[in-house]
Nanobody
Framework: QVQLVESGGGLVQPGGSLRLSCVAS????????MTWHRQAPGKEREWVAG???????NYADSVKGRFTISRDNAKRTVYLQMNSLKPEDTALYYC???????WGQGTQVTVAS
């Protein structure tokens, strides 16, 4: 079965960096687009970034220039490098396989001093 397992979240000061990872199993990872989403307390879940099977990336305006999505097909892993973090980036971050709508369990990112 499809499984997506995120890791790498934590507490970081404003201006800091984190790298999230999402390890996939149960499907042909290299053939699938993958996305990252986040949900802050009291807000709806929002799309953050996406990467196609061929490596084309796109980003929400709120993270463009600060976040980078990448993938390693050999490791069946999609990454989200987050730099220049702001308090408003605090959220539960999820990875998703859009095809079929599969979600991971999420990893918490908290940006605070």
């Amino acid at each position: 079965q499809v499984q997506l397992v995120e890791s790498g979240g934590g507490l970081v000061q404003p201006g800091g960096s984190l790298r999230l990872s999402c390890v996939a199993s149960g499907f042909t990872f290299s053939s699938n687009s993958m996305t990252w989403h986040r949900q802050a307390p009291g807000k709806e879940r929002e799309w953050v970034a996406g990467i196609s099977a061929s490596g084309i990336t796109n980003y929400a305006d709120s993270v463009k220039g600060r976040f980078t999505i990448s993938r390693d097909n050999a490791k069946r892993t999609v990454y989200l490098q987050m730099n220049s973090l702001k308090p408003e980036d605090t959220a539960l971050y999820y990875c998703r396989r859009p095809s079929g709508g599969y979600w991971g369990q999420g990893t918490q990112v908290t940006v605070a001093s």
